[in-house]
């Protein structure tokens, strides 16, 4: 399979940044470890892993990145895809807290590993959040929420964020200052390097297609072949099907949508003065950023279905228009989708699910940083014995519902959408 036609891969020369792999046929029968999926937790885990001296073998069905990982908006900052707010409520304060210092650590490491890599591939810093209606204090909130677990930010006032971005439709917003965006295809790239690097053994475009307790261990089926390890760990997300149904039964795949445009600087110039990433605190929000060569990257919309409409740019370019009037001639050059998986909680699905068999996956629309996390306390675990992957017990697999459980995302999704009309008319 090659990579969707995205302008992330019409960015990179690929016979100059691919990773080392290995055909099925050159793959060890047994490992200390086989991670399926390559994406940035498959990734993440396997390098780990490696670098601790543990043999591994990763299975990817496509290239590496193909998924969300390669495809995604690219925003790396604390936290996870259930808000600080709901998250403390559910677990008290302490216990979110303990778990927000663990995204950090996977921020943390993104950024030192991109420094490592190539300074390049990030493009920016910073992320303001930006409200479309006057919050009644809620920005305020936000920002001592944040300052509460340790994360950076301040107040944008009306005057300064009609300053940055040049819009109507926003009127005050929070800057989470040590958040930054990347090219996802090129870091996800960069760190199949180095884990190929420290010893992991990359098989690409061969997908597991079999998943079965051996003994005290495991076997996978891929490529026509049985692999042996005492210890699987599933990364796959919404791209995994038909290894372990109690697992990809506990994710709604969920489609979000991006276009690029065409480099226009000037035009962007009279719009967007701010080069962080940007996003409104909508329900049913837009996120997008400039890039330093001109273009506008956006992304927005969620749905259900798993096939990427026709009139994907048009629609996408209305919603860039909507809020910015004059950037009604932007050309959009390249458009693409993407699944996400999303548990019902939220939060990432961490742990052991059986002796011998981990989950670091369902990220949601927030898994740049937790993806690592996820990566470093399963490999933390495998390798070292550490236990803090427990601290994610209360988010386990649950069943979401099949297709009824989509029917009911799609319907949140549409009353969302309703909801943030409504506020919206109350904007002042």
Known sequence: MTYPPSLYANQIDLAKSSPRTLSPDEAADQSDVIVIGGGFAGLTTALELARAGTSV?????????????GRNGGFVSDGFALGLGDLER?????????????????TGFVRTTIADLDPAIMLGKGWISAYRYMSGGGAARMEKALARVGTPSRYV??????????????????????????????????LGRLAADAGAHLVINCPATGLERA????????????????????????????????????MVPVATY??????????????IAYTGCISDTRRAGDYYRRLPDGRLVWGGRITTRTEQPDALSRMLRRDIVNVYPQL????????????????????PIIGELEPGLWSA??????????????????????????????????????????????????????LMQARDRLDELKRV
């Open 90 to 106: 559910k677990l008290g304060p302490d216990h979110a807290k303990n778990l927000w210092a663990l995204s950090a650590k996977g």
């Open 328 to 347: 009604d001639r932007l050309e959009v050059e390249f458009s693409w989708s993407g699944l996400m998986g999303y548990a019902p909680h939220k939060m």
């Open 57 to 69: 073998t990763l299975f990817e069905a496509s290239d590496i990145g193909w998924g969300a990982s």
């Open 361 to 414: 996956t369902a990220f949601g629309g927030h898994g740049l940083n937790t993806s690592a996390m996820g990566g470093l306390l399963i490999a933390g675990a495998i390798a070292h014995g550490d236990d803090q992957w427990r601290q994610f017990a209360p988010f386990g697999a649950r069943w979401a519902g099949g297709w009824l459980g989509r029917m009911a995302t799609q319907g949140t999704y549409w």
């Open 157 to 190: 006032p009306h005057s300064q964020i009609r300053d940055l971005l040049k819009s109507r439709k926003y009127v005050e917003g929070v800057e989470i200052t040590n958040a930054f965006h990347i090219q996802p295809l090129a870091y996800a790239l960069g």
């Open 258 to 271: 991006v276009v690029a445009s065409k480099p226009m600087a000037e035009l962007l110039d009279q719009a």
């Open 215 to 250: 003994g005290s261990g495991w076997s996978v089926a891929a490529g026509g072949r049985t692999f042996a390890a005492p210890q699987v760990v599933l990364t796959g997300s919404a791209y995994m099907h038909g290894l372990y149904p109690a697992l990809e039964g506990a």
